[in-house]
């Protein structure tokens, strides 16, 4: 498997992920009714570095990194990240938060934040702990889960 910068070419295959997932709205704190060019203006946005995970032409996830705040908030990333269903639980997912964590530090990053983090999500805030993040903050009932309701979301970060 290899991370990459996505291409135009990599375009329908990311938003093939990336549109169920938001439509599903249990994981990003976004409308669940985007259409097609929403969803690809959210995710391949001006400020959005998009990335792919990709092993023998598939591509298996996919992420973005891009300053969480601007001005003096500038020096935290941000990134959203998510993986074909095919591909959950073989490790793309932490292979990419790694991949975010070494670019985010390469491009004079000093920490790293996630605004959102669902806590019904419990594979993603696992991962994200075991990969140095602290929950910094609880947001209580934050997060209307289609599902379960109303529940909290984490505000998680680590310094790189």
């Known amino acids: 498997m290899q991370i990459r910068h996505a291409t135009e070419a990599d375009r329908a295959a990311v938003l093939a ?13 976004m409308n669940r009714d985007l259409t097609a060019a929403q969803v690809e203006a959210y995710w391949f946005g001006p400020t959005h570095e998009v990335l792919v995970a990709e092993a023998d032409g598939t591509i298996l996830g996919t992420y973005y990194l ?74 209580p009932a934050a997060f209307n889960h289609p599902v379960h309701g109303y529940v909290d979301s984490y505000v998680m970060f680590r310094t790189l």
């Open 66 to 139: 891009k300053a969480n705040q601007g001005g003096g908030g500038a020096h935290v990333a941000n990134c959203g990240y998510m993986t074909a269903p095919a591909a959950q639980g073989k490790g793309i997912a932490r292979a990419m938060g790694q991949d975010s964590l070494r670019r985010a530090a390469e491009r004079g990053f000093r920490a790293m934040q996630f605004n959102h983090v669902v806590s019904t999500n419990t594979r993603a805030v696992a991962l994200w702990q075991s990969l140095g993040f602290a929950i910094a903050g609880t947001l």
């Open 17 to 29: 992920i990336v549109g169920p997932v938001l439509a599903a709205g249990e994981t990003y704190a």
